[in-house]
């Protein structure tokens, strides 16, 4: 019986061992040869950006780099062998690499190299007591690893040696990688020795390779690291950076991998799917137990495209160049003055031709004053301009019927009851004037007069009451004022652009309509300033600023430009509710506050030639800088355009937080950068004329 027994279970076996050989054999064989393929996506270089001469302002720099390919069956103790023969090879002791080491990598490393003296942390007591919880064996793992981590000691963690940190940091960065994906364990200073030694030694390194990698070169950086639109051209995120924490879901949706190189502020990030490029697609196929057999190439990479940006750079570079000058002056005896703006605008495109601001700052550790750039401060912050929007108070003037253009009104102090005098700058009055002398001579009252029409009050009245009514009239002018980009955002292709103060918000009084009228209730910013004076210059469009010209397709074979693909055209934002003759009238004013002797601008802008047209302003202000406290100040500005009979420039200029009223530094700002411009084109014109010439001599 016995013997039949093992006969029968014998065959039995014999039998599903055919079943498993001839019927599922090809399965089973297909299954142990199976191949897998993994995609894996490489960076490539982003897009350079060039001025609109074609200048490279920001290009791609080649470094040597040293990566890791981490394999999926790969051991925590082989990478950490790997990163000890590498630690021989290369040196990775800098002050960046050890402070990228955090607690969390100390604990870690300090078990992995103490492995008995960490089973010793736990107690038998501490096992006994987790084991009561009934939890899994990874949840109960994971509670051992947490305790043990916990009771390692300062001194512990501290007890590493250069050359072990050093070690540290390269295993922290070859085990943060993706698995199958190159992640760079060093691409700043590789000197030939260390790319040359790797190289030789990469059959002993595992996953280890040599290979190009590119860093972000900003030509016209300086050494205290500013530069002609540092501030607006923004930064990339390095590797070891990565994706930023804010837009990470949204970039890995889009097919970014988590240590991809990203614009995170300013034109790099605006313009981040232009400049990112095609990566390059790498199919590993590998085995079932993940080591890479094979590698290939399915869709090649391609380079970011090019901005060709509309910003001149040595008309940037002059107009840094002025700022820092004339405010350098300025500031004797000036503790608040601290900063100032300009923008430069193409009125008819919309093209920023400058975008400058410099602002002197104490440096927090070594305590000396240094200037850095404040481009931004164009568009980030903003200020009370005073009477240089007296043009657009006049033309909300017009445009409601309180006044028509001509009108006279007398310029005298106003005394309303239970307030002060409101009066113009030259505190007697100037008597009978009409809205062109209003504007030339900068007359307060002409505008307080203006507004209390516009509010519904014809008639002033000595020691009478203000009765206007002030949530109509403050709404009337913003919504006028709106239309020529004052308190709305002017559409810059930046992100982070501000309004300003005041929309949507009541006044407490009707006597603050008067002073929105004269620029001194809500705020606005320097490129608000300057889109507003374009509107006038061009005849009553307001244009949308910007500061990229054209998109064009990578030259891989020299700085050249390539084709072009995309080109930014002029964008009308909208046009202005008022007659041409209206604006036109006003524009009549502007070029007598320049060019009439009597005007406000006429003896600080020496430069007639250029026919500039133009508005002064002065406004008090609660200083709220850097110093602290809430002193009255003044706000120096100056908006204006040239030739005023076919304007081609626009300019803005912004300086606050004056002790005096007396300052004159905004004018001599604007002055000069009208001369910077003008000489550069005529210059220009000079070389292409000569060059024209050149090419026409016949050969000898």
Do not use: C
């Not at 990030?269 to 400049?275: F, M, S, T």
């Not at 900063?339 to 193409?346: K, L, P, Q």
């Not at 005098?421 to 009409?434: L, R, Y």
Request: proline share 4%; net charge negative; glycine share 8%.
């Amino acid at each position: 019986m016995v013997f039949f027994v093992v006969f029968v279970l014998f065959s039995i076996l014999i039998l599903r061992l055919g079943e498993l050989q001839i019927v599922f054999g090809d399965d089973f064989k297909r299954e142990i040869e199976q191949k897998e393929i993994v995609p894996i996506n490489s960076s490539v270089p982003r897009g350079k950006i060039y001025d609109t001469n074609g200048k490279l302002v920001v290009g791609n720099k080649p470094l040597k780099a040293i990566t890791y390919t981490r394999s999926s069956t790969v051991t925590t103790s082989e990478m950490l062998n790997i990163a000890k023969r590498l630690a021989a090879l290369i040196s990775k002791d800098t002050e960046e690499d050890f402070k990228s080491i955090t607690k969390r990598d100390r604990q870690d490393f300090w078990i992995m190299k103490h492995p008995k003296l960490a089973n010793a942390k736990v107690t038998d007591e501490d096992k006994a007591r987790l084991q009561k919880k009934e939890l899994d064996k990874k949840e109960y793992d994971k509670e051992i690893y947490d305790l043990t981590r916990e009771r390692i000691t300062e001194e512990e963690l501290n007890s590493f040696s250069n050359q072990e940190l050093e070690v540290l940091a390269i295993f922290r960065e070859m085990s943060s990688g993706t698995a199958l994906s190159p992640h760079i364990i060093k691409n700043k200073d590789v000197t030939d020795e260390e790319y040359a030694i790797v190289s030789e030694n990469l059959d002993s390194l595992p996953g280890v390779d040599t290979t190009t990698d590119w860093d972000r070169d900003f030509l016209y950086k300086t050494e205290d690291g500013n530069g002609p639109l540092s501030s607006i051209l923004g930064k990339v995120t390095s590797a070891k950076e990565g994706l930023p924490k804010d837009s990470l879901d949204s970039l890995l949706a889009r097919g970014y991998s988590r240590n991809d190189r990203v614009g995170k502020s300013y034109l790099e990030q605006q313009y981040e799917d232009v400049l990112q490029g095609q990566k390059e697609s790498v199919k590993n196929i590998t085995d079932k137990s993940g080591n890479v057999l094979e590698s290939q190439v399915y869709k090649e990479g391609k380079s970011g495209k090019d901005l060709l940006l509309s910003v001149d750079i040595d008309l940037q570079e002059k107009v840094d160049e002025i700022i820092q000058d004339k405010l350098g002056q300025a500031r004797a005896g000036q503790p608040y003055m601290d900063r100032a703006m300009v923008t430069v605008m193409n009125p008819k495109t919309g093209e920023i031709l400058a975008m400058s601001g410099k602002q002197y700052a104490i440096d927090s550790e070594t305590k000396k004053t240094e200037v850095r750039d404040f481009a931004l401060g164009n568009m980030t912050t903003s200020y009370s301009m005073g009477s240089v929007v007296k043009g657009a108070t006049v033309l909300t003037g017009y445009q409601t019927g309180a006044i028509s253009p001509g009108d006279s009104l007398n310029d005298r102090p106003l005394k309303f009851k239970g307030t002060q005098v409101k009066k113009s700058w030259n505190t007697v009055g100037f008597g009978q004037i009409n809205d062109l002398y209003a504007l030339m001579r900068s007359s307060n009252v002409y505008m307080f007069l203006t507004a209390m029409k516009v509010g519904g009050q014809q008639t002033y009245v000595p020691n009478g009451p203000l009765t206007i009514n002030k949530v109509s009239a403050i709404n009337t002018f913003r919504n006028n004022f709106a239309q020529f980009g004052l308190g709305v955002r002017t559409g810059i292709d930046l992100p982070g652009e501000q309004t300003g103060y005041g929309a949507g918000q009541i006044p407490p009084d009707a006597g603050k309509v008067l002073d929105f009228a004269i620029g001194q209730y809500d705020t606005y910013t320097t490129l608000q300033l300057v889109q507003y004076i374009s509107t006038i210059a061009n005849g009553g469009l307001r244009i949308q600023p910007h500061l990229v010209k054209e998109i064009r397709e990578p030259n891989s074979n020299s700085d050249e430009l390539g084709p072009i693909i995309q080109e930014i055209r002029p964008t009308v934002l909208n046009k202005v509710d008022m007659k041409e003759s209206w604006i036109n009238h006003v524009k009549d004013g502007l070029r007598l506050v320049v060019n009439d002797p009597q005007g406000t601008g006429y003896g600080s802008i020496k430069n007639k030639q250029y026919k500039i047209a133009g508005k002064t302003g002065t406004a008090q202000a609660l200083y709220d800088g850097p110093l602290g406290g809430h002193p009255m100040l003044w706000n120096v500005t100056f908006a204006g355009y040239a030739p005023y009979d076919n304007p081609e420039i626009a300019i803005s200029v912004v300086v606050p937080w004056s002790t005096t009223d007396q300052t004159h530094v905004n004018l001599s700002i604007a002055d000069e950068v009208f001369k910077a411009y003008f000489d550069l084109k005529a210059s220009r014109d000079a070389n292409n004329t000569n060059t024209t010439q050149n090419s026409q001599q016949p050969e000898q």
